[in-house]
């Protein structure tokens, strides 16, 4: 959905029969988009008010299904959300430790790097100050092709009549088929605070990629660098919500000193929400890319590190 789409829904338990239910007819009737959710204005229909009859899964609470209605057209439609609880929550991170990327968030990063291609041909990821170990999970399961949802086992459509669990079962099988844990490069996370360390690891178990992290606790200056091509991705903290700017400029500095000395070959990566930081790694960016931290607007920089002398400045 496009950004600016307006949404907004309001969450029931969840759904009985909404078969036979249609929108009300919008008002104003207009052809031009109108900026102004309808949701608001709208009742909810009987159907979408009662609790399901459908049994909910034994032993979990049922996730909520959304309906909402965007203020797009003129007979809004209805929308229901067949997710329930947010897709870039994956299940896996049982343990946040500080600023942690969204999943969702990290693994639109890792795409953007390249990273599928240079996994097929063997190449490595490397992520110093890799905090909860998001960006070394996301990588690791897009490397053995994980599908990223097999942890939930709970979305709203499993709350919606008609929903048949063997067909689901299928897809799930098929999934893990598809799942190929031979991964011939190395993926590499350091942090170092030890905390962050163990979160990573545990969280890494949970995803099921705990065998394919090498973690280490290190200042990020001292991470192991792999021969080869591969991509060398930092999330450094930048001032909004930890640490403080002015001690951040040398940090800043100092991945681009680590940039050219050790990582020669390789692509380096920075997600950071500080422009003025950004200048301090002191090297030119081969692109940046916007991305959104919730509101903060935030560019993955992309540094070319060459081997041997060419000069990069
Ligand atoms: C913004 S957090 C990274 C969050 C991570 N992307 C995640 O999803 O959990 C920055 C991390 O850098 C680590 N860090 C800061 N300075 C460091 C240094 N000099 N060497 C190694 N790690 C460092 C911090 O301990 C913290 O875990």
Redesign the pocket.
Known sequence: MPRSTPFRGKNISSVTDISGWTPPSATPRSTTPVSRPYASRMPLPTALRKNSAAAPIPDRKPEAVAYSCTGEAATPPCILDTTGDPLPRRGYRKRP?????QETL?AACILAAGWPKIAEQGGHFIA????????AIEAALMAMNGAPGLLRDNFAFMHIPGYDPAVWDDLIDAAEDAENPDIPGRIIA????PA?IEAARDNARVAGVGDFIEFDTC??TETEIPEGPGIVML???YGER?GEVEELKA?YKGIGDFFKQRCGGKTGFIFTGNSKLAKRVGLRTKSRRIFFNAKIECRLLEYELYAGTRKQK
């Not at 350091?190 to 605070?193: F, G, K, P, R, V």
């Open positions: 430790h500080s600023a942690p990327m990290a110093p100050m890799c905090g909860s170990g998001t960006l350091t942090d170092h605070d962050a200042d990020f999330n450094p903290e930890l940090v």
